[in-house]
């Protein structure tokens, strides 16, 4: 086979026409896209995660369409009350904005990780993980709110449709889970950045695969804010 092969006037090697050049072509393990193997991984399992997360919004639509029981009011159920009328939505708005704003400084760490800035790629990865624990904090208080002070369950709901509660605890849940389990990731990536772990290796390649998966949990949660809290 290779002495078969001539070289072309650039210097590269020209396969034989015929079998033996389609044989040389498909051993040659080439690649249409150059894309590192943990990023593709980290795609492929978005990917799925965005089936799951899908199939969560359009049971949830399904089942508020169909229930003949009315549905609660997002605006009523969600409201906090500081001293005088209660505010409709704050504690979601507040939560919104703190997930935003960790989609941003995730960004800074992923340009810093690119420029070799240890230090900063380190703290803005913890600032993130910060920003991530707090959400997953006010999370925490929205359910004890719920479970505790107007009783909604997974079966029941006091404020009208039961299918309310196994909705709100599943979709909200599910995405909550993912969030805490970005924030170790992160604090296992800023970790490794801090020691010098990445500098080591020659690569920030698991910094840009980190910020994709924190991106990811950043836009479900723009569709749960829409779909749950607004509709």
Known sequence: MAQDAALTSSGEVALPAGLKGVAGDWSADKQTFIVPWGKAMMWIF??????????????????????????????????????????????????????????????????????????KTALLMLATALLGATFVGMQAFEWTKLIVDEGVRPWANPMGAPQFGSSFFMITGFHGLHVSAGVIYLLVVAWRVW????????????????????????????????????W
């Not at 089936?51 to 997002?74: E, Q």
């Not at 990445?198 to 749960?224: C, P």
């Open 195 to 230: 020691s010098g772990f990445y500098d080591r290796k020659g690569t920030y390649e698991t910094v840009e695969v980190a910020g994709l998966y924190w991106h990811f949990v950043d836009l479900v949660w723009v569709f749960i804010f829409a779909f749950f809290y607004l």
């Open 46 to 119: 978005l990917l799925s995660d965005t089936f799951i997360f899908s199939c969560f919004l359009l049971s949830y639509m399904k089942v508020r369409i169909s229930t003949p029981v009315p549905w609660p009011n997002p605006s009523e159920v969600f409201a906090l009350s500081f001293g005088g009328d209660p505010i409709p939505l704050i504690l979601i708005a507040i939560m919104t904005f703190v997930l935003i704003t960790s989609s941003g400084t995730m960004a800074m760490a992923v340009n810093f990780g690119y420029r070799r800035d240890r230090a």
